[in-house]
């Protein structure tokens, strides 16, 4: 036992960096688990050789899975050589012919959507195209509170009632035959949709969704309206080899590929393969600002060029959420599609103004749902199961994904309904299938509905039955117990201040779109002292400091945001701190048409003393 306790230990040491094994975050700093297979860096050199980039960002590539060949189509992403045949899909055929039909006779088309960022956006897909197609095209995005998640039979009477003979629904469907089941004879349904389905598609004309389980597409990595843009692409090559074309001019695809990398980032899907073309490509066309919804929200974030996945995440997302959270369900889809300059500025004020409003209610519900928590985390509870009688339901899962932050653990969040029910989102953490325990507990007869994926679900139930939920998957998710309190920091190089160059910081952008699946390389900068630290920003919680190697030399500017809740703002900003290793983001940043290289900190911690 004592042999093997040494050889755990000499492990542990080989993986941590800088020997970094308890942060001023309290996190561990661990070589990224690729880069361990290929201590030498061997991979990477040669990848580095054949793609012509530094070998430190030839390791980072081999540290993604790929090699010479397929790194070249990761740093040019292109859809010429990532684009699938859409009829790989399963009952992309079928749909693509009923779409085409339905434009030939010029049928009036009604388009069922979801009420967050991927609704939005794959209703917008398809409305677009089916407009530029002659169709007239009636929408419907639920309301979160009243109608909840997926088609509903009054909304779909509704749009039959106007017209439509088609309906679509995007985003949703998969798991909704029953309700499908009473349009029959009265309108054909397609389903566009990505979700993962429990057994046998709906019985309507066709279902496209990659995660149905006699897909073999290989593409379960699309959101919904990666599906709406394959399905679009499919029902022109239709009508195009018909001939349709030849008087008419074709739809613009192109042109849709804005909404789709917007979807695609804010879904949280892999930015990898198709992905990473779509998302690329996309950028390009939502920077040229043509789509005039989308560029008067920009305008009102106050969203810089170059536009990037941040912006699509941090900026744009979270406002057309904000309306299915906790307004107007539609209101994303209506700025979407909207055209006039002035019709879109006042959308996207509303939408701002309705995210500042979804903040403060989160910011109220978090507090008092951290502080459960922190019990429940001191009880040894491996999931943490928390609700409220006055909590939002539309902002439950952003308030678990705090929380899972926080505490590295399964958290679902309730909110507390008046007609005794607990509504609910939950998130997951890295190899914990919370998805999988949801429809576990439904299935157990704990939850009246509950669904989701690995990191993240969604669930109903009875209020007096939280504690047996909580005790079920305390049970089913144990494993989640041995987890550290913090997440590791996974580092991919160290570099030092000198070394911290706006020539690489270029290359390592080469890397992006960052995201899911293509997270952005964390560098460590070892023994750094602090020369000069300014409190910066309109609340002053951003610290900016300078910083320079032990020996002096260059400098290098740094950022620390959120600095009010950042353990290591203090030891910054004092000017006697002893030397410290950072971790953090090296970017490129463009201001004022000056490129240099900014290092953003994400963590920091104390040289060891026997190092100093």
Same mark, same amino acid.
């Given at each position: ?61 081999? /540290? ?132 993962? /389905? ?170 008092? /749902? ?197 353990? /290591? ?44």
């Amino acid at each position: 036992m004592e042999d093997a306790g040494k050889e755990n230990a000499e492990k542990d040491g080989a993986e941590l960096v800088l020997g970094v094994r308890a942060s001023l975050g309290g996190r561990r700093w661990r070589w990224r688990d690729r880069l361990l297979a290929d201590p030498d860096g061997r991979a990477g050199l040669m990848i580095a050789q054949q793609a012509g980039v530094p070998e430190i960002v030839g390791r980072m590539l081999a /540290a993604r899975g790929l090699d010479g060949r397929t790194a070249a189509h990761f740093l040019d992403p292109t859809l010429r050589a990532l684009m699938p045949d859409p009829s790989a899909l399963r009952d992309m055929d079928a749909a693509a012919a009923r779409l085409a039909d339905a434009a030939r006779r010029g049928e009036t088309v009604g388009v069922f959507g979801d009420y967050d960022v991927d609704g939005a956006c794959a209703a917008a897909v398809m409305t677009q195209l089916l407009r530029a197609l002659g169709c007239p095209v009636t929408t419907h995005v639920p309301d979160r509170m009243t109608e909840g998640y997926g088609p509903n039979v009054p909304a779909l009477d509704g749009l039959v009632a106007r017209g439509a003979t088609l309906i679509v629904c995007v985003d949703c469907g998969t798991a909704a035959a029953d309700v499908l089941a009473t349009l029959a004879g009265r309108a054909d349904i397609v389903v566009l949709d990505h979700h993962k /389905a429990e057994g046998p598609p709906p019985p309507v004309l066709a279902t496209v969704n990659p995660n149905r389980l006699d897909c073999d597409s290989g593409q379960r990595g699309l959101c919904a309206a990666g599906v709406a843009f394959l399905t679009a692409v499919a029902t022109v090559r239709v009508l195009r080899r018909a001939g349709w074309f030849a008087g008419r001019p074709e739809p613009d695809l192109m042109a849709l590929l804005d909404v789709v990398a917007l979807a695609t980032v804010c879904d949280v899907m892999p930015l990898t393969g198709l992905n990473r073309a779509l998302v690329t490509q996309g950028l390009k066309i939502m920077a040229r600002r043509r789509r005039t919804g989308l560029d008067a929200l920009l305008e009102v974030a106050g969203a810089r060029d170059p536009l990037s996945a941040f912006t699509c995440g941090f900026a744009l997302g979270p406002r057309i959420n904000a309306g299915g959270r906790i307004a107007e369900s539609g209101l994303g889809l209506e700025l979407l599609l909207c055209d006039d300059a002035v019709e879109a500025r006042r959308l996207a004020e509303r939408l701002d103004a309705v995210n500042r409003r979804r903040q403060t209610v989160e910011t109220g519900i978090l507090d008092r /749902a951290m502080e459960a928590a922190e019990a429940q985390r001191a009880a040894g509870h491996p999931v943490l199961v928390l609700s409220g009688r006055d909590w939002h339901a539309g902002v439950v899962g952003i308030v678990a994904g705090r929380i899972k932050e926080r505490f590295n653990r399964p958290v679902l969040v309730g909110a507390e309904l008046e007609d005794g029910t607990v509504k609910g989102s939950g998130r997951s953490v890295a190899d914990i299938d919370l998805g999988a325990a949801i429809i576990a507990a439904r299935q157990a007869g704990l939850l009246t509905t509950g669904g989701g994926h690995a990191m993240a679900a969604g669930f109903s139930l009875p209020r007096d039955g939280v504690a047996a939920l909580h005790d079920f998957l305390n049970d089913r998710l144990a494993a989640a117990a041995a987890l550290p309190d913090a997440v590791d920091v996974p580092i991919e190089g160290v570099i030092h201040v000198a070394g911290a160059t706006t020539e690489l910081a270029a290359e390592i952008g080469r890397l992006a779109p960052f995201g899911a699946g293509n997270d952005e390389p964390l560098l460590a900068i070892p023994r750094v002292r602090v020369v000069r630290a300014d409190r910066i920003g309109r609340e002053g919680n951003t610290l900016r400091v300078l910083l320079e190697g032990e020996g002096g030399g260059p400098r290098l500017k740094a950022l620390l945001f959120r600095a009010d809740d950042h353990p /290591a703002a203090a030891i910054l900003e004092d000017r006697n701190a002893p030397p410290l290793h950072l971790a953090g983001w090296l970017r490129a940043e463009n201001w004022n048409g000056r490129v240099s290289a900014g290092f953003f900190i994400r963590d920091v911690a104390m040289v060891a003393p026997s190092s100093r």
